[in-house]
């Protein structure tokens, strides 16, 4: 069989520990085989980014911003006990964080569902994908702890010297306080990000935030969401029958417990981290969660929303067998390869993404899976594999299907 021809080169940044693993037998078992793969390759493993003070992770973002498509493998975020492992010459700041910060971008996840994998919420039949703005609220905030009686007030000075106050609080007692902020120009790059990451996918967006109590601050993300929507996307919603849903975060929860999902979920900040856990727990494994960053001028970043998998890393390193589910990492690859084919029209190269998963889905299914499934599937008659074994039983479903 002839491979898939590539007109514009993926960026591929690779990782570290289990998944780096993955990553090789990936390429090597499942792309290579089938396509000419076309790579710009960035090694964004946190010995190269030591080496190279972390340019790395700004050169791979800047090559994204260039082509278009990347391809990220998880990566370590150093703390005080990487530093000792790798003899670090500084603790780099996560790579994730400075390509978002590069990209501007907003990251979707969603479940990836197999029968047999069954969600705790039963009506849930199609993915829920969330969307969390990342930037502000209380992640930036200004905190105090206000030791007894006295007022607190928010102060703007402007430019040119004149204030503007509001009283927080005449404090009788102690107690605490907290600024937090946000910025219009992100909260639009967010908006536009979802608008076009819903048309892209096909799906209504639904947004929510708390604006009866908070009548300024929440409020104004209510506003910036309808004012973009009214003069950018209307139009293209309502020619492919999707719909822009806007309601009162307590409203949306509930709503979402009902739905039968399909749809993409638009959370602030806050509510995107504590929402994003509950759905992955509530689908069933974050090994089956996949990721991507959209940037607000289209730029793509495709991911796993795991980790390095670092306790199965040092089992394969002492020579022990292991079970690391490769699904999300796949998935990394056959959303960008999608993605990849559809800017640069090759069918066949989004067509080979579609099996690829399709293959995944099937090998599940079938009952061979590794064992972070085999733990929790309803199937009866299952087949727990090795890291490999898996990944070659994957190859076996995708080369009879093609
Ligand atoms: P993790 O890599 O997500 O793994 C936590 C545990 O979840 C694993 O020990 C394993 O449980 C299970 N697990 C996760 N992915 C799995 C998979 N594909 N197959 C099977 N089981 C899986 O989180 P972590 O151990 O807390 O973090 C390790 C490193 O990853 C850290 O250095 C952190 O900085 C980095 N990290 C990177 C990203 C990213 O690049 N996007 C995201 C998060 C964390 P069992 O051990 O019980 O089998
Ligand atoms: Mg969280």
Redesign the pocket.
């Given at each position: 069989m002839e491979k898939i021809k590539m007109t514009t080169p993926l960026v591929e940044m690779d990782?570290?520990?289990?998944?780096r693993v993955?990553w090789k037998m990936i390429k090597d078992e499942l792309l290579c085989p089938f396509i000419d793969l076309k790579t710009e390759y960035y090694d964004l493993g946190l010995e190269y980014r030591n080496q190279t003070d972390d340019q790395i992770t700004i050169d791979s973002a800047e090559a994204t911003k260039k082509y278009g498509v990347a391809v990220?493998?998880?990566?370590?975020?150093?703390?005080a006990a990487?530093m000792t492992e790798y003899n670090l010459k500084q603790m780099w700041k996560?790579?994730?964080g400075t390509v978002r910060a590069i990209l501007d971008g907003t990251v979707f996840r969603a479940p990836i569902l197999v029968k047999g994998i069954e969600p705790y919420v039963k009506n849930w039949v199609k993915p829920i994908t969330i969307a969390r703005h990342a930037y502000g609220d209380v992640y930036k905030g200004a905190e105090m702890k206000i030791p007894g009686a006295g007022k607190v007030e928010l102060v703007y000075t402007a430019e040119d010297g004149s204030e503007t106050r509001e009283l927080v609080h005449d404090f009788k007692s102690a107690g605490i306080v907290q600024g937090i902020h946000n910025l219009e120009p992100s909260i639009e790059s967010f908006a536009r990000s979802c608008f076009n990451f819903a048309i892209d996918t096909k799906q209504d967006l639904w947004f929510a935030t708390k604006d009866t109590i908070s009548k300024k601050y929440d409020h104004t993300f209510k506003d910036i969401f309808q004012e973009i929507y009214d003069t950018e996307y209307k139009e293209k919603f309502e020619a492919l029958g999707l719909e822009y849903f806007y309601t009162l975060i307590d409203d949306a929860v509930a709503r979402v417990i009902r739905s039968n999902g399909g749809y993409i979920w638009a959370c602030k900040n806050y509510d995107g981290d504590v929402m994003s856990d509950m759905l992955a727990t509530a689908y069933g494994?974050?090994?089956m969660m996949t990721?991507v960053l959209v940037s607000p001028k289209g730029v793509y970043e495709y991911?796993?929303?795991?980790?390095?998998?670092?306790?199965?890393y040092y089992k394969y390193l002492n020579g022990e067998e292991t079970?690391?589910?490769?699904?999300?990492?796949i998935f990394a690859w056959t959303g960008a390869l999608r993605k990849r084919g559809e800017l640069d029209n090759l069918p066949e190269l989004s067509a080979f993404a579609d099996k690829l998963e399709k293959a995944c889905i099937d090998t599940v299914e079938s009952g061979k899976m590794?064992?972070?499934l085999a733990l929790i599937t309803t199937l009866e008659d299952v087949t727990p594999l090795n890291t490999e074994g898996f990944i070659k039983a994957v190859r076996e479903t995708l080369e009879a299907s093609l």
């Amino acid at each position: 069989m002839e491979k898939i021809k590539m007109t514009t080169p993926l960026v591929e940044m690779d990782g570290d520990e289990m998944t780096r693993v993955i990553w090789k037998m990936i390429k090597d078992e499942l792309l290579c085989p089938f396509i000419d793969l076309k790579t710009e390759y960035y090694d964004l493993g946190l010995e190269y980014r030591n080496q190279t003070d972390d340019q790395i992770t700004i050169d791979s973002a800047e090559a994204t911003k260039k082509y278009g498509v990347a391809v990220k493998c998880a990566t370590i975020t150093p703390n005080a006990a990487r530093m000792t492992e790798y003899n670090l010459k500084q603790m780099w700041k996560s790579p994730n964080g400075t390509v978002r910060a590069i990209l501007d971008g907003t990251v979707f996840r969603a479940p990836i569902l197999v029968k047999g994998i069954e969600p705790y919420v039963k009506n849930w039949v199609k993915p829920i994908t969330i969307a969390r703005h990342a930037y502000g609220d209380v992640y930036k905030g200004a905190e105090m702890k206000i030791p007894g009686a006295g007022k607190v007030e928010l102060v703007y000075t402007a430019e040119d010297g004149s204030e503007t106050r509001e009283l927080v609080h005449d404090f009788k007692s102690a107690g605490i306080v907290q600024g937090i902020h946000n910025l219009e120009p992100s909260i639009e790059s967010f908006a536009r990000s979802c608008f076009n990451f819903a048309i892209d996918t096909k799906q209504d967006l639904w947004f929510a935030t708390k604006d009866t109590i908070s009548k300024k601050y929440d409020h104004t993300f209510k506003d910036i969401f309808q004012e973009i929507y009214d003069t950018e996307y209307k139009e293209k919603f309502e020619a492919l029958g999707l719909e822009y849903f806007y309601t009162l975060i307590d409203d949306a929860v509930a709503r979402v417990i009902r739905s039968n999902g399909g749809y993409i979920w638009a959370c602030k900040n806050y509510d995107g981290d504590v929402m994003s856990d509950m759905l992955a727990t509530a689908y069933g494994s974050l090994s089956m969660m996949t990721s991507v960053l959209v940037s607000p001028k289209g730029v793509y970043e495709y991911e796993a929303a795991h980790g390095t998998v670092q306790r199965h890393y040092y089992k394969y390193l002492n020579g022990e067998e292991t079970s690391t589910n490769s699904i999300a990492t796949i998935f990394a690859w056959t959303g960008a390869l999608r993605k990849r084919g559809e800017l640069d029209n090759l069918p066949e190269l989004s067509a080979f993404a579609d099996k690829l998963e399709k293959a995944c889905i099937d090998t599940v299914e079938s009952g061979k899976m590794t064992k972070d499934l085999a733990l929790i599937t309803t199937l009866e008659d299952v087949t727990p594999l090795n890291t490999e074994g898996f990944i070659k039983a994957v190859r076996e479903t995708l080369e009879a299907s093609l």
